[in-house]
């Protein structure tokens, strides 16, 4: 399945240039789900050459996985073209900062991002970065999802709960408990489900834990059936699934962890109109209620979202789950009529004007503060004494003095151009503010 997520990043763009009053560069991974420096690559366009890398402000897209300073600071993206391995012959290599590798004109560029309550946005805010944040998985999930207000989800069910249970690997390793605690508590039954012994090129039974506490205890593989199903799975919906279950218990991609980064897959049983319970770090049902959706503490214990350990947390959503299995047939039409209600709800609100308005405008609002910050102290002193320590050696003028294929690499007349592009920068913040 083909994923077009740049036209996402083109609306990003547009939204961009249409609050800073000019061009900027929008950086982002491709193929998208990378978490490869090397994939990290601006949007391909027409205008672009080294003078235009420079004084055009930066977008570095890192929105749509939890954000990975650590594994970035630890193998950064140098360049490789002569330019660069002339400035190390020389010692005036400008080293990248983490994911930021190409550096412009500017004091600070900007971060997009989709996590709160994160170290990892205090740390790039220290690297010369504005980190901006919106959910921008609320913006692709209302474009995956889109039909799903079309479907007819009418129950004919053989299974309580639905949990889609594909990969465990990286921050996912949680899952591998989960499962196991299914078959602990006599829920396999009751569950819709699978496991995959293999995620990858790894078999869980040689896992090293980041958290021991996740190891299983049981042969999982005895009690699912693998799945097929591929990394693009998330951006579907299978209408069966919806109809023969009653409840999603949603893995999100984030659970032992303290940051809120909620995906599409706790979006998608609410434009399937399904009753959830969340399998994500603490408060993450408050944040869904933040942007108008309700959960089901009218109906089930939903303490579970303000455990701050995981494992605790984890335990409180299993007991949960017993908790349903065992309603009697009085209790579930009891119950019935109010989850029905505020899945009903949440559908609506998912495929509501107010809420597709709540997210683009928390974007437009973030990024206009950050485009106001890098206006008000564009901060070039740097850049510029930078340039004047390397044009003093003779190799860097020789090199700025020939004729270059690639349009990305430094020559004299760009170079002349990014000077008076900061010499009339005042008048074109000027010009702009007046429009």
């Known amino acids: 399945m083909f994923i077009p997520l740049d036209r996402l990043y083109h609306f990003i763009e547009n939204i961009a240039c249409e609050i800073y009053g000019h061009a ?29 890398c420079l004084i055009h402000p930066a977008v570095w897209c890192h929105d749509q996985e939890p954000l990975a300073y650590e594994s970035f600071s630890k193998n950064p993206r140098i360049s490789k073209d002569t330019f ?29 991002h989709s996590e709160k309550r994160s170290q990892n946005v205090e740390k790039y805010s220290n690297i010369k970065l504005l980190p901006v944040y919106y959910w921008s998985h609320a913006v692709i999930a209302s474009d995956w999802f889109r039909y799903a207000v079309h479907e007819n989800f009418k129950k004919n069910t053989n299974k309580c709960f639905l949990i889609y249970n594909r990969a465990w690997t990286g921050t996912r390793e949680y899952r591998l408990k989960f499962t196991d605690l ?38 999982l593989e005895q009690y699912f059936s693998p799945t097929d199903a591929t990394s693009c799975s998330s951006a579907d919906f299978c209408t069966k699934d919806y109809q023969s279950t009653e409840i999603e218990v949603v893995l999100e991609t984030l659970f032992d962890d303290e940051r809120l980064h909620l995906t599409e897959k706790s979006l998608r049983p609410m434009a399937c109109r399904q009753p959830f319970i969340l399998m994500a770090t603490h408060g993450s049902l408050q944040y869904l209620r933040d942007y108008g959706f309700e959960t089901f503490d009218s109906v089930w214990d939903e303490s579970y979202d303000q455990i701050q350990d995981p494992v605790l947390r984890m335990q409180a959503v299993v007991d949960v ?6 309603w009697s047939a009085e209790e579930w039409i009891s119950n019935k009529h109010r989850l029905n209600q505020i899945a009903e709800h949440n559908q609506k609100h998912f495929f509501s004007d107010a809420f597709s308005d709540q997210i683009i405008m928390e974007l437009r609002t973030n990024m206009k503060n950050a485009f106001a910050q890098i206006q008000a102290d564009p901060g070039f002193d740097p850049w510029i004494s930078r340039w004047q320590q390397r044009l003093q050696h003779d190799e860097i003028q020789k090199f700025m003095d020939q004729p270059h294929e690639d349009p990305l690499l430094p020559n004299k007349r760009d170079y002349e151009r990014v000077l008076k592009f900061i010499a009339d920068y005042p008048k074109r913040v000027a010009t702009h503010d007046k429009k």
């Open 24 to 52: 900027v560069v929008i950086y982002r991974f491709w193929p998208h789900g990378s978490k490869n420096s090397q994939d990290l690559n601006p949007m391909p366009t027409f205008w672009l050459s080294w003078a235009d």
């Open 84 to 112: 660069t391995n002339l400035t190390k012959s020389l010692n005036l290599f400008d080293a990248p900062e983490n994911l930021h590798w190409a550096k412009n004109v500017f004091k600070k560029n900007i971060l997009l």
């Open 182 to 219: 299914l078959i602990k508590h006599a829920l396999v039954d009751y569950c819709h489900t699978w496991f995959n012994p293999v995620d990858g090129d790894h078999d869980y039974k040689d896992h090293v834990f980041n958290n021991q506490e996740w190891r299983p205890d049981h042969v």
């Open 321 to 326: 789950m017993r908790d349903i299995s065992g």
